[in-house]
């Protein structure tokens, strides 16, 4: 069973820091996609970063380029995403999310994890 | 960028009705378009994916259709699961932007 779990989430300070990670399992980690979404507190769904499988291709949204970086470790089956310069803009809902093998979605996603930053 | 932008932003509806929602992309995007829905508290879910694949395990009555620029997800017969967000996605091009998402509730 395709599994994605999510930690490291909680309450920040602005201008503070935080890292996130997403432990995989029941595929073979090394072979996906992945990507980081976000969701504000009642708002709709934002796309965040992507990485490639290899880790050599990634992407970012406008919004978190320079703050935030994508990362893995296909040996742990693992992804990350280390947040810094953190603002109120950035509260909410993380998930990460396998793109599919053969298609542009996302068709495994975690169960998200909260990030608060606030004062 | 690529922006989308989805109507209705909400809609009402009865358990049996057929609910059309559309999405539009600024720029073409062929086929390379995904819808998910979404419960609160919960995890958004893959229902089509290409623009007309429907993601396996997800019921018959969704169906998506369009190209270029305008998408459209189509339930044949509202079931009381099938309450929620719904939100298009393009994976075109990053930033792999999302809809703002069209509320489906009850009439």
């Known amino acids: 069973e395709v599994q994605l779990v999510e930690s490291g989430g909680g309450l920040v300070q602005p201008g503070g820091s935080l890292r996130l990670s997403c432990a995989a399992s029941?595929?073979?980690?090394?072979?996906?996609?992945m990507n980081w979404v976000r969701q504000a507190p009642g708002k709709g769904l934002a796309w965040v970063s992507y990485i490639h499988s290899s880790g050599t291709t990634i992407y970012y949204a406008d919004s978190v380029k320079g703050r935030f970086t994508i990362s893995r470790d296909n040996a742990k089956s693992s992804l990350y995403l280390q947040m810094n310069s953190l603002t109120a803009e950035d509260t909410g809902v993380y998930y990460c999310?396998?793109?599919?093998?053969?298609?542009?979605?996302?068709?495994?996603w975690g169960q998200g994890i909260l990030v608060t930053v606030s004062s | 960028d690529i922006q989308m932008t989805q109507s209705p932003s909400s809609l009402s509806a009865s358990v049996g009705d057929r609910v059309t929602i559309t999405c539009r992309a600024s720029q073409t995007i062929s086929t390379y378009l995904n819808w998910y829905q979404q419960t609160p508290g919960k995890a958004p879910k893959l229902l089509i994916y290409?623009?007309?694949n429907l993601q396996s395990g997800v019921p018959s009555r969704f169906s998506g259709s369009g190209s270029g620029t305008d998408f459209t997800l189509t339930i044949s017969s509202l079931q009381p699961e099938d309450f929620a967000t719904y939100y298009c996605q393009q994976g075109d091009s990053p930033p792999f932007t999302f809809g703002p998402g069209t509320k489906v509730d009850v009439k």
């Open positions: 290409a623009a007309s």
């Open positions: 029941g595929f073979t980690f090394s072979s996906y996609e």
């Open positions: 999310a396998r793109k599919q093998w053969l298609g542009p979605g996302a068709d495994y």
